[in-house]
T-cell receptor, first 115, second 115 residues
Framework: NAGVTQTPKFQVLKTGQSMTLQCAQD?????MSWYRQDPGMGLRLIHY???????DQGEVPNGYNVSRSTTEDFPLRLLSAAPSQTSVYFC??????????????FGDGTRLSIL | AQKVTQAQTEISVVEKEDVTLDCVYE???????LFWYKQPPSGELVFLIR??????QNEISGRYSWNFQKSTSSFNFTITASQVVDSAVYFC????????????FGQGTELSVKP
């Protein structure tokens, strides 16, 4: 049982480059989200999705794009990488039983450095 | 607006000591959920506990216990007889009833347990 799988685990980019962080889950969870973790700031929500075809912005969405074409996958795109986007990125998923606030399952993270 | 504050940035204890990690939250909603996650040095996020706002019973799980007090908006976490394997960053998080899955994290507390 793979759970939430993130790829790549590490990535170095130059300023201005674009890339996609991949996230896949095999638990048939409807809810998926992306967080970034920065020192001293905990994790902050970037974008989330409550199901295929539905996405919405979180606390820090600028510079990121998402789409949800299938239940399993929720890629995060950096359109034009900036040094301020250097961070550790976590993808999470959970079931969406109504108002159940089920615990989110997190991937192992992607450590991204922008030079 | 909602907020979670973990005032203790770093705590260092010697093995077998008891240690309490503080968490204070802010919300005007009456229905919400509180969580604790552990992030060991390997980097993954491990779910520890979820508590809803209507359940103020304290919970004990082995050496771990949680004290939820709505009167002081606190959800503190105590580790009894700490062990080196408890060394990690611990995050407290909040989500609202009608925003299931959108976690608001505290800044995290780094616990170091020395032998």
């Amino acid at each position: 049982n793979a759970g939430v799988t993130q790829t790549p685990k590490f990535q170095v980019l130059k300023t201005g480059q674009s890339m996609t962080l991949q996230c896949a889950q095999d638990m048939n969870h409807e809810y998926m989200s992306w967080y970034r973790q920065d020192p001293g700031m905990g994790l902050r929500l970037i974008h989330y999705s409550v199901g295929a075809g539905i996405t919405d912005q979180g606390e820090v969405p600028n510079g990121y794009n998402v789409s949800r074409s299938t239940t399993e996958d929720f890629p995060l795109r950096l359109l034009s990488a900036a040094p301020s986007q250097t961070s550790v990125y976590f993808c999470a998923s959970s079931s969406t039983l109504p108002h159940s606030n089920q615990p989110q399952h997190f991937g192992d993270g992607t450590r991204l450095s922008i030079l | 607006a909602q907020k979670v504050t973990q005032a203790q940035t770093e705590i260092s204890v010697v093995e077998k000591e008891d240690v309490t990690l503080d968490c204070v939250y802010e919300t005007r909603d009456t229905t919400y959920y509180l969580f604790w996650y552990k992030q060991p040095p390997s980097g993954e996020l491990v779910f520890l506990i979820r508590r809803n706002s209507f359940d103020e019973q304290n919970e004990i799980s082995g050496r771990y216990s949680w004290n939820f007090q709505k009167s002081t908006s606190s959800f503190n976490f105590t580790i009894t007889a700490s062990q080196v394997v408890d060394s990690a960053v611990y995050f407290c998080a909040l989500s609202l009833y009608n925003q299931g899955g959108k976690l608001i994290f505290g800044q995290g507390t780094e616990l170091s347990v020395k032998p």
